[in-house]
Every structure is written in structure tokens, then in C-alpha cells.
């Protein structure tokens, strides 16, 4: 093989590899970033907060049976719509019971990863904070 074909070759798999290892680490550079909140930040940023398990979810959507509120008020079941951001989406498990804190938007809920929604456990530092300084709904 010629030497400059070579060299050249070598050149452009070092350039590849250099693309490919600065952009690989640049979308996890870029992932979600959430900055850090209190429970009681959370809260006051919400205009409802539940515990709700997830009993469905279908591409665009989560169906959320409330189990138990804390502020606001929605019926017994509501939606959530999914993200289309799939860094900052959201990633509930169907069965699993969450603290949702969920911002109401004209007929619509929202919330994302950065909310403060968490797998529900009343041990939790949320959990305690709301189940002292809250009433139930």
C-alpha cells in the first residue's frame, strides 16, 4: 500500500474514533439535569401532589390511580403525558406507586423527571416531610 494512502487511511479512522468518543460523551454531557430541591420546594411548585400508582401506560401516556392526596384535587384516575424528551421523560413502572408532584396545565397534568416525583416509600425524606406538614385532602 502506498505510505501517504496509509497514513491517510490512519488519519481518517483517528478522526472517526475522536467523533465518535466526543459526541458519545456530548449526549450524556447533555442529558437531563435537575438541580437539587427540599420536599418543601417541590410541594410549593406543584399544584398537586399524590401518591399514585400507575395502572396503564400506552406510547403517549400514563393513567394514574390516585391512592392518596396530600394537595389539589383530581378525580380518582387522571393522565400524564409522556415527554417526548427522552433524557428529562419519565420512566414509571406500571404497579408501582409513586409521589407525584404534578403541575395542572388547563385540563392537562404534567410533571417530569425533575418534579421530585419518586417510588413511593413512606420512609422516604418527601414522605416524612409531607406526612408532617401536611394535611390530607
Not at 118 to 135: D, V
Request: proline share 2%.
Amino acid at each position: 500500500m502506498n505510505p501517504a494512502l496509509k497514513n491517510s487511511s490512519r488519519l481518517l479512522r483517528i478522526v472517526a474514533i475522536a467523533h465518535l468518543l466526543f459526541f458519545s460523551g456530548l449526549s450524556s454531557a447533555l442529558a437531563c439535569k435537575c438541580a437539587t430541591k427540599t420536599p418543601e420546594q417541590y410541594f410549593a411548585k406543584a399544584d398537586i401532589v399524590v401518591i399514585g400508582k400507575i395502572v396503564s401506560q400506552s406510547n403517549e401516556l400514563y393513567e394514574v390511580e390516585v391512592v392518596k392526596s396530600f394537595k389539589g384535587s383530581t378525580s380518582e384516575n387522571f393522565t400524564i403525558a409522556k415527554s417526548v424528551n427522552e433524557d428529562c421523560g419519565l420512566d414509571f413502572k406500571t404497579s408501582k406507586q409513586y409521589l407525584l408532584f404534578i403541575k395542572r396545565k388547563r385540563t392537562a397534568f404534567t410533571t417530569t423527571r425533575c418534579s421530585g416525583n419518586e417510588i413511593w416509600s413512606p420512609s422516604s425524606r418527601a414522605a416524612r416531610w409531607i406526612n408532617t406538614n401536611q394535611k390530607v385532602d
